[in-house]
């Protein structure tokens, strides 16, 4: 079975600075996709950005990116410019390419604090 | 806009007593999810629907049970409520096309007392 693992349990960083969120993940496939989501409090979980195992360049959406090691199995997420919003508890994601695999395998994410 | 809306957003329920949480959608997701999610730990499936097929994790206490009538919507049955249910509990939706995410509803945060 597929394992997600985030080390960091809580992050912060100074508002407008950079920062990079840790992800491992354990798979005998070859195939599959990775995604980073965002739970701001008591707010619905929505998706910041995604990445195809089966692409080399990495996925940028805006001020996020992520550096993806396939073969060291890492999949992280680097903030620039981080803003205010930015805080939330952020979840690392995997989800099998093969045909019926409709579960999504979630780390036990990272809390991550934006100071003014 | 197209969504997935869970209600209510705030359940509060006695010990032992049944209580059915629901979610909507408006996305023709076919794959429909209940996950439980607990303060500060990663959401945890409980089941799911690919259309009407039920599949059910190996770890979810027979206390929950779900049901979909239709493709819109979803229920969440919890049969006899425990102090350990208090969480919050996610609907999310997806097509069954593997690289596409979920969309989640915002939740509905259950109290036992």
């Known amino acids: 079975a597929q394992t997600v693992t985030q080390s960091q349990p809580e992050m912060s960083v100074q508002e407008a600075e950079t920062v990079t969120l840790s992800c491992t993940y354990d798979t005998s496939e070859s195939d599959y996709y990775l995604f980073w989501y965002k739970q701001p409090p008591s707010r619905q979980m929505i998706l910041v950005i995604r990445q195809e195992a089966y692409k080399q360049q990495n996925a940028t959406e805006n001020r996020f990116s992520v550096n993806f090691q396939k073969a060291a199995k890492s999949f992280s997420l680097k903030i620039s410019d981080s803003q205010l919003g930015d805080a939330a508890m952020y979840f690392c994601?995997?989800?099998?390419?093969?045909?019926?695999?409709?579960?999504?395998?979630f780390g036990k994410g990272t809390k991550l604090t934006v100071n003014p | 806009d197209a969504m997935v809306i869970q209600n209510p957003r705030y359940q509060v329920t006695q010990f032992g007593k049944p209580v059915t949480l629901s979610c909507s959608q408006t996305l023709n997701h076919n794959v429909m999810y209940w996950y439980q999610q607990k303060s500060s730990q990663a959401p945890k499936l409980l089941f799911h629907?690919?259309?009407?097929?039920?599949?059910n994790e190996a770890d979810t206490p027979d206390n929950f049970q779900s049901r979909r009538p239709n493709t819109s919507f979803c229920f969440l049955d919890i049969r006899s409520p425990g102090l350990g249910d208090a969480a919050m509990y996610l609907c999310a939706t997806s097509t069954r096309t593997t690289g596409v995410g979920y969309t989640f509803g915002s939740g509905t945060r259950l109290t036992v007392v």
């Open positions: 994601a995997y989800r099998s390419a093969k045909g019926g695999s409709e579960k999504l395998v």
């Open positions: 629907y690919y259309d009407k097929d039920f599949n």
